[in-house]
């Protein structure tokens, strides 16, 4: 299935969940926040939450930055 | 100095100096630059994680947080509702509920968009978390950021990134004056002066990014901008003379030697 991960067009296998996403990416889940069509996700969730066709996912965590930065 | 610790919504702040972890050569010099500063409060900004690209050192690799305080800022963000939506990620990270919360008004000056941040503020508060708001040097902003619940509030001397340094020191004042909350001020100042003037001025700290990672050494800048803050807090915890026009002489005129 096709999903959009950080605003990047995917391929994943179907109705895998966030936390097995997390794993296949080999991302820290302790450090991540992450939003499921702009709904947040709760970490106790992202082992039940599973990810469909179309979806759009985010994967944030904490950057450099101090006032404005890109 | 302990004893003179900053308390923001009963959090401890060992160091009145806070720093930004942007515009660093890597981030080696981050580290070895932020442990020059003494700074036990460090601010990231909140972005997607690097998927193409997972080898990639995670900056939480260098800057412990068990070690410092982390504050998440909303950097970036022009309107309320993308201020909140990033506030609320970054808690959900759930390393910390501060958030230093950006509305940015304009691309040119970086200036607050003071309407923006109260309405994201609010919302903020309300979902629990401590806000700590970037706002123009405005006293009434920033009691009516008080008044919806923010536990300190953080006015700009200058333009982001600007290093003009303190640009109204009367308007911090009346800001002091005016709210009963911690005043750190945030943005614009460039070098160990503008930080000693602004604590000796009596606000409670300074966050600062450009004026350590800019600078030509950054870990001695780091190092000044520590004893600046320390220097500035001294001097107005020691209460400074007031100044007069005319001389006062320091050396006794009794038993000066005669004609």
Redesign the interface.
Do not use: D, P, Y
């Given at each position: 299935m096709t999903i959009t991960?950080?605003?990047?067009k995917?391929q994943m296998p179907d109705g895998i969940t966030v936390i097995a996403l997390l794993e296949f990416?080999?991302?820290q889940r302790?450090?991540?926040?992450?939003?499921l069509n702009?709904e947040?996700v709760?970490?106790d969730l992202y082992g039940t939450t599973a990810i469909k066709e179309g979806d759009s996912l985010?994967?944030?965590?904490?950057?450099?930055?101090?006032?404005?930065?890109? | 100095m302990i004893d003179d610790a900053l308390i923001i919504a009963g959090i401890e702040f060992n160091s009145r100096l806070w720093v930004g972890t942007g515009k660093y050569k890597d981030f080696a010099e981050t580290k070895k630059a932020i442990e020059a500063s003494g700074a036990d409060v460090v601010t990231v900004s909140v972005r997607r994680v690097n998927i193409i690209d997972k080898g990639k050192e995670n900056l939480l690799d260098y800057i412990d947080p068990k070690k410092y305080k982390i504050l998440p800022n909303t950097a970036g963000c022009y309107t309320a509702k993308d201020a909140v939506r990033t506030a609320m990620l970054a808690a959900e990270a759930g390393i910390t509920k501060l958030v230093k919360l950006e509305v940015i008004g304009d691309e040119k000056t970086l200036f607050p968009d003071n309407e923006a941040t109260l309405e994201a503020a609010k919302a903020l508060v309300k979902e629990g978390l401590i806000v700590l708001p970037y706002v123009s040097d405005d006293p009434i902003v920033a009691r009516k950021l008080v008044d919806i619940g923010c536990p300190a509030v953080m006015p700009l001397a200058a333009p982001i990134g600007s290093g003009l340094g303190i640009r109204n020191p009367y308007n911090l004042l009346i800001i002091m004056q005016t709210v009963k909350v911690p005043i750190i001020v945030d943005a614009g100042v460039g070098t160990a002066s503008d930080v000693a003037l602004a604590m000796e001025l009596g606000c409670d700290a300074v966050l600062l990014n450009t004026a350590i990672a800019g600078a030509k050494d950054p870990i001695s800048m780091a190092q000044a901008m520590k004893y600046g803050v320390l220097a500035g807090r001294l001097a107005y915890k020691a209460g400074r003379i007031p100044k007069k026009l005319y001389a006062t002489a320091s050396s006794p005129i009794e038993g000066m030697i005669g004609n």
């Open positions: 991960l950080n605003g990047e995917k990416l080999k991302i302790q450090r991540v926040a992450v939003e702009r947040i709760k970490k985010e994967v944030v965590s904490f950057m450099a930055g101090g006032g404005f930065e890109f | -």
